[in-house]
C-alpha cells in the first residue's frame, strides 16, 4: 500500500482485516519490520484515540512515533498555493511538508473540515497539499470528508463477532448533538461497509441529513428511525452536520438519541460508536453502560487496524 487516505487505497479489505486481527493475536511477531523507521504524526485537530493507538501500534512494530500538534506548537501554515503570505500565516505547506518529509519516513496527518466551505472539505484540499508536497506515504488520521482508520476498525469490530451464514444487518444512525460535526466518520463507515460488501447496510438520518452520494453509494436510506432499526445486529451511532445545507444543524429532534426503548426492535443489537461521545444527547447512559455496547472493545481495536495499516506501507517501502 503506498497511502492510506481511503478505502481506494486497499487492494483487498477481507486481507487487510485478517492482517489486523493477526496482529490482535500476536502484537509483536512483526516488531522488527519497523525498525530505524520514524513515524510523524501531524495534528491540526484534538484526539485522543487516534493519537495514541496509532502510537503503540508504531512501537508494535518497532518504529518510532513523533507527534507534532502543529496547530498549537508549529507556525501557523498557509495552504494555498501563489499566497501573498502578508496576513497571519508564517509557514506555507509546500515548505513545512516537505521539510516533515525529510525527517520521516511516513507522516499520518488529521485535518477536519472547516465545514463552511463545501468544495475546499469535499476536494480535501489541506491532506492533498501534504500529499503533495511530503514526497513520502500519507496516512489519514481523518481528513475533511473520511475516517479510514476508523472505518477499517469498524470492520474488524463486526467481522470479529459475526460468524452467522447470513449477512448481519448494519445499521447507521444519526443521532444529535450540539455542535455541527463532519461528514467525515459517517461518510467513512459507508464507504467501507459498501467496499465490503459483507453487510446488509442501512443509513437511517432526518431528511436533509443525506451524505453525498458518492459515499452512501448503494445503502438503504430509512427516514424513519424505528423503521430502519427494525432487526439491526449492529446500530453504528453518529451525528453529523448537513451535507445539502453544508456544515449546518437542521435538525435538533432529541427523539433521535438512542436509549434503550429505540433499540426493542432489533436483534439484541451490539451498539457501536467512534467516541468521543456526548452522553445523553447522542446516546443513554442505559445503552453505553449497557450489556449490549461495545465501544471500548471498539476502540481497543483501533490499534490493529492502525497497526496493520502501518505494516502494509512499511514493506511497501
Ligand atoms: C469528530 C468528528 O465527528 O469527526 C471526531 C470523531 C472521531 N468528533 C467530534 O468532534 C466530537
Ligand atoms: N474515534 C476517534 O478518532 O477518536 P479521537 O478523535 O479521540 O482520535
Redesign the pocket.
Do not use: S
Given at each position: 500500500m503506498k497511502q492510506f487516505i481511503s478505502v481506494d487505497d486497499v487492494p483487498s479489505v477481507p486481507r487487510l482485516v485478517d492482517i489486523a486481527l493477526d496482529y490482535k493475536k500476536q502484537p509483536f511477531k512483526d516488531k522488527q519490520l519497523g525498525e530505524h523507521k520514524t513515524l510523524g504524526m501531524i495534528f491540526l485537530n484534538p484526539s485522543l484515540r487516534t493519537r495514541l493507538s496509532t502510537q503503540v501500534a508504531a512501537k508494535n512494530l518497532g518504529m518510532e512515533a513523533v507527534v507534532f500538534n502543529i496547530d498549537k506548537e508549529g507556525w501557523q501554515l498557509e495552504m494555498n498555493d501563489g499566497a501573498i503570505m502578508n496576513g497571519s500565516t508564517s509557514e506555507h505547506v509546500k515548505e513545512a511538508a516537505a521539510v516533515m518529509g525529510q525527517y520521516f519516513d511516513i507522516m499520518a496527518i488529521r485535518t477536519?473540515p472547516g465545514l463552511k466551505d463545501k468544495e475546499a472539505d469535499y476536494t480535501e484540499k489541506y491532506i492533498n497539499q501534504f500529499i503533495k508536497y511530503a514526497g513520502v506515504p500519507v496516512v489519514s488520521l481523518?481528513s475533511a470528508t473520511l475516517?479510514p482508520l476508523?472505518s477499517l476498525t469498524d470492520v474488524i469490530t463486526i467481522k470479529e463477532r459475526w460468524n452467522q451464514p447470513r449477512k448481519p444487518k448494519v445499521v447507521m444512525t444519526w443521532a444529535p448533538h450540539v455542535k455541527a460535526?463532519?461528514q467525515?466518520?459517517p461518510n467513512s463507515f459507508a464507504q467501507w461497509m459498501n467496499g465490503w460488501g459483507e453487510v446488509d447496510f442501512v443509513i437511517t438520518h432526518p431528511e436533509g441529513y443525506e451524505l453525498d452520494p458518492k459515499f452512501s453509494g448503494s445503502a438503504q436510506i430509512e427516514y424513519n428511525q424505528d423503521k430502519a432499526l427494525e432487526g439491526a445486529d449492529f446500530v453504528y451511532v453518529k451525528n453529523w452536520s448537513s451535507y445539502n445545507d453544508y456544515g449546518k444543524i437542521t435538525c435538533t429532534d432529541p427523539s433521535w438519541m438512542v436509549d434503550n426503548a429505540k433499540l426493542r426492535g432489533t436483534n439484541d443489537a451490539k451498539i457501536m460508536h467512534?467516541l468521543?461521545v456526548r452522553r445523553n444527547v447522542v446516546i443513554a447512559d442505559e445503552v453505553l453502560d449497557g450489556p449490549n455496547s461495545i465501544v471500548i472493545p471498539e476502540a481497543g481495536n483501533r490499534v490493529w487496524a492502525a497497526q496493520a495499516v502501518l505494516s502494509e506501507i512499511l514493506k511497501n517501502k
Open positions: 477536519f481523518e475516517h476508523q460535526l463532519p467525515a466518520v467512534c468521543p
